[in-house]
């Protein structure tokens, strides 16, 4: 059988109990789709961990090591979501950071689960989470460890027919979804908000504010995102998903996410083909 877990390089599924990311969070994560042993967006994951370490004044683990783990837990998968966990490592009790830290590096493939394919073509459904994000500038943008804020929102709704829910900060500005980023086309601009006090600089959000060079990361007030003409969101594991709906507000699909779901396609993540009804 082929390990689907790599611990330090070696087959394992078992973390030592003074690991720091285990007793504080103290690590990043990333989450990406491996594609036939090849993942399209492998540098800008690399490159958010690699801004992650200096931010957290950590060594930045080895993008070539990481890529053979990478290799070995995708064996015999050809569509595969892996998650990418280095943490400090282990330390004697305490907050102090280790110096030097070891670091301790964990890779774990799963198959990619089925892609929501009607809320590709028509949209989904935002939860209005109550749930807040704390303002934190040191940690925003960084996919670091604590993700209890994401826990909280996701335990606000149980109902099937919210695919997500939607995040704002403490000021009750949008700011994401529980998993993924937000984009609103408002007065045709493209604008997402920024991430420089909470939320996370996505990799998917990253490439759209590529592809539109003109897109702007603003503060967003919750009743102008109700004034949009289009809402979508960006995850480098579900790609580009069109809202349809935030509470009694509904929206059309728009053409800048189609235009954002051909450029995904276009980089070879298998995506359904929609057909527009006229
Ligand atoms: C809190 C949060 N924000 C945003 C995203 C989207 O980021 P990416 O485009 O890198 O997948 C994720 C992905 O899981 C997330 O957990």
Same mark, same amino acid.
């Given at each position: ?7 330090? +390089?070696?087959? &394992? ?7 720091? +990311?285990?007793? @504080? ?34 060594? /930045? ?5 990481? +890529?053979?783990?990478?290799? /070995?837990? =995708? ?19 305490? @907050? ?8 301790? #590096?964990? !890779? ?20 209005? =989470?109550?749930?807040?994000? &704390? ?17 909280? &929102? ?20 949008? !700011? =994401? &979804? ?18 420089? #006090?909470? +939320? ?21 007030? #919750? ?36 235009? =954002?779901?051909?450029?995904? #396609? ?13």
């Amino acid at each position: 059988v082929i390990a689907r877990v790599r611990i330090d +390089g070696v087959a &394992a599924s078992t973390v030592p109990a003074a690991d720091r +990311g285990l007793a @504080y969070g103290d690590g990043l994560f990333e989450t990406l789709r491996v594609l036939a042993g090849r993942a399209p967006l492998w540098s800008l994951h690399m490159d958010r961990l690699a801004e992650g370490c200096r931010r957290l004044g950590m060594p /930045a683990p080895d993008p070539q090591v990481l +890529g053979d783990d990478v290799a /070995a837990v =995708c064996e015999g998968l050809d569509d595969a979501v892996v998650r990418l966990t280095w943490t400090r490592g282990v330390g004697p009790r305490g @907050y102090a950071p280790p110096q030097p830290a070891t670091g301790m #590096r964990m !890779v774990a493939a799963a198959p990619m689960p089925a892609l929501d394919v009607v809320g590709v073509a028509q949209g989904i459904e935002l939860f209005e =989470c109550a749930t807040r994000l &704390a303002i934190q500038p040191a940690l925003a943008g960084i996919k670091h460890l604590n993700r209890l804020e994401q826990v909280l &929102a996701r335990h606000e709704w149980h109902d099937a027919r919210y695919a997500e829910g939607l995040l704002c900060d403490m000021h009750g500005h949008p !700011v =994401c &979804a529980t998993a993924a980023n937000l984009f609103a086309v408002i007065d045709g601009e493209l604008l997402t908000p920024a991430v420089d #006090r909470c +939320g996370v600089a996505g990799v998917a959000r990253r490439l759209v504010l590529g592809w539109f060079g003109d897109a702007r990361q603003v503060e967003l007030d #919750r009743p102008t995102l109700d004034t949009a003409d289009e809402v979508f969101l960006t995850s480098s594991i579900r790609g580009m998903l069109p809202v349809r709906a935030i509470g009694a507000r509904r929206w059309q699909v728009g053409p800048i996410v189609r235009a =954002c779901q051909t450029r995904w #396609r276009d980089l070879g993540m298998p995506w359904p083909v929609i057909l527009e009804s006229t």
